[in-house]
């Protein structure tokens, strides 16, 4: 059996191409069955569904062979015990900074002074700022970032962003860009030993299909 962790979602929608160019159909629809393992057509290939955050764990404690996981998020875990073998180009955005649209983040980030920094990603936030020298102080954040500036809880929040829309109708702005994100495929290493063969065509068969 081959288990393949996804969470719900874009990352699932857009997995599902990839999944049809190695002749997998997944059998039932995520948004209306309440099952968190679901079967596919092929026998030996099953489908489990997680939290974006938690498909890195899965994966590497062998909860599941292989998973598809944001570089943000597998950032924020690390990648013990995991091979990363492609970047499927898929669920892509940017992590960025963004302030209030009346905050002087080139002038206060200048000046020296210590920034207060809202976030859920804090290992990519520490870095970027240790990388310019700026001091900060992290504020660890499980959502809705953006109301942080807007309530004086934080100067910048470090977030993902697409379109830019959420920012906009919040009145905060994108100062600055950290990196470019898209969803990457993981495998369990030992997986990668004890069932190579199978595992080997379908991270080709992904190969193949990934987009642009
Ligand atoms: P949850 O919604 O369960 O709290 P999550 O926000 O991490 O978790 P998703 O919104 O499904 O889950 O995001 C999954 C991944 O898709 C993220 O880790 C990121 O890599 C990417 N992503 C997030 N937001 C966007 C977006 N607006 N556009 C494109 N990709 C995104
Ligand atoms: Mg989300």
Redesign the pocket.
């Known amino acids: 059996m081959i288990t393949l962790a996804l969470s719900k979602?874009?990352i699932f929608e857009e997995t599902l191409p990839l999944l049809k160019a190695a002749g997998i159909e997944v059998l039932e629809d995520p948004e209306t069955s309440r099952k968190l393992i679901l079967p596919t057509n092929r026998e030996d290939v099953r489908v489990v569904l997680v939290r974006?955050s938690d498909v890195p764990t899965y994966v590497q404690y062998g909860g599941a062979d292989l998973g598809v996981a944001g570089r943000d998020v597998l950032i924020e875990h690390g990648l013990a015990g995991m091979y990363q073998p492609l970047d499927l180009n898929i669920a892509k955005c940017r992590m960025s900074v963004a302030v209030r649209a009346d905050f002087d983040y080139e002038s206060a980030v200048k000046q020296g002074s210590r920034l207060r920094v809202a976030t859920k990603y804090t290992q990519i936030a520490r870095q970027h700022f240790a990388d310019k020298g700026v001091h900060v102080d992290l504020i660890k954040l499980y959502?809705s970032m953006e109301l942080a500036p807007l309530t004086g809880l934080a100067d910048a929040i470090v977030d993902?962003v697409s379109t830019g829309s959420t920012l906009r109708a919040n009145k905060l702005v994108e100062v600055e860009r950290i990196m470019d994100i898209s969803s990457r495929l993981v495998v369990n290493q030992a997986s990668l030993k004890l069932k190579r063969a199978p595992l080997r065509a379908l991270i080709d068969a992904f190969a193949t299909a990934i987009p642009q």
């Open positions: 979602g874009r974006a959502g993902l």
